[in-house]
T-cell receptor, first 112, second 114 residues
Framework: KAGVTQTPRYLIKTRGQQVTLSCSPI?????VSWYQQTPGQGLQFLFE???????NKGNFPGRFSGRQFSNSRSEMNVSTLELGDSALYLC???????????FGPGTRLLVL | DQQVKQNSPSLSVQEGRISILNCDYT??????FLWYKKYPAEGPTFLIS?????DKNEDGRFTVFLNKSAKHLSLHIVPSQPGDSAVYFC?????????????FGKGTKLSVKP
């Protein structure tokens, strides 16, 4: 099976802009989670979608949002970008019951 | 407040020896724990997991031990190989892992020297 894919891999934006990142889960996986990795805070949970519904949400401002489509593909959006949003954004998918999440390679976002 | 802590930022081990990576958690509601390995510029790779109903799980060279009373888990790698050099993350979650919101520690960088 193909793994989790994320596009784009690298992105440069300026403050105030918005960005949309995309994630395609492993075939058959219905849960998609998003994480932000920064040197200072480590890996932090953003939100999780299951069957097109947001099931869990981390402690991030409302500028961070996401959605999931009927084919389980997911997008996350960050509006009004700030310098502190520069990070590696990771998507993970899982089939559910045992909690094992499989991660994609991530999207490296740089906000200037 | 960090719910999952990896207190050693780095660990250096000789090839062939045992590597022991430690992780502590504070939330007694966590009932499923995972270890991931990460190389720079890549996503984390799943290594091994353990449910709170067990105290040990083995997979090849990797063994995870869980001490619920101490809220402590450890990952043993035997024997260690240079290719094991990476950052290792401990993660925890609730509901038997059925929901995808992992709480990660900040990682331990393992260096295995030839």
């Amino acid at each position: 099976k193909a793994g989790v894919t994320q596009t784009p891999r690298y992105l440069i934006k300026t403050r105030g802009q918005q960005v949309t990142l995309s994630c395609s889960p492993i075939s058959g996986h219905r849960s998609v989670s998003w994480y932000q990795q920064t040197p200072g805070q480590g890996l932090q949970f953003l939100f999780e979608y299951f069957s097109e519904t947001q099931r869990n949400k981390g402690n991030f401002p409302g500028r961070f949002s996401g959605r999931q489509f009927s084919n389980s593909r997911s997008e996350m959006n960050v509006s009004t970008l700030e310098l502190g949003d520069s990070a590696l954004y990771l998507c993970a998918s899982s089939s559910g019951p045992d909690g094992t999440q499989y991660f994609g390679p991530g999207t490296r976002l740089l906000v200037l | 407040d960090q719910q999952v802590k990896q207190n050693s930022p780095s660990l250096s081990v000789q090839e062939g020896r045992i590597s022991i990576l430690n992780c502590d958690y504070t939330n007694s509601m966590f009932d499923y724990f995972l270890w991931y390995k990460k190389y720079p510029a890549e996503g984390p790779t799943f290594l091994i997991s353990i449910s709170s109903i067990k105290d040990k799980n083995e997979d090849g060279r990797f063994t995870v031990f869980l001490n619920k009373s101490a809220k402590h888990l450890s990952l043993h790698i035997v024997p260690s190989q240079p290719g094991d050099s990476a950052v290792y993350f401990c993660a925890a979650t609730r509901y038997g892992g059925s929901q995808g919101n992992l709480i990660f520690g900040k990682g331990t960088k393992l260096s295995v020297k030839p």
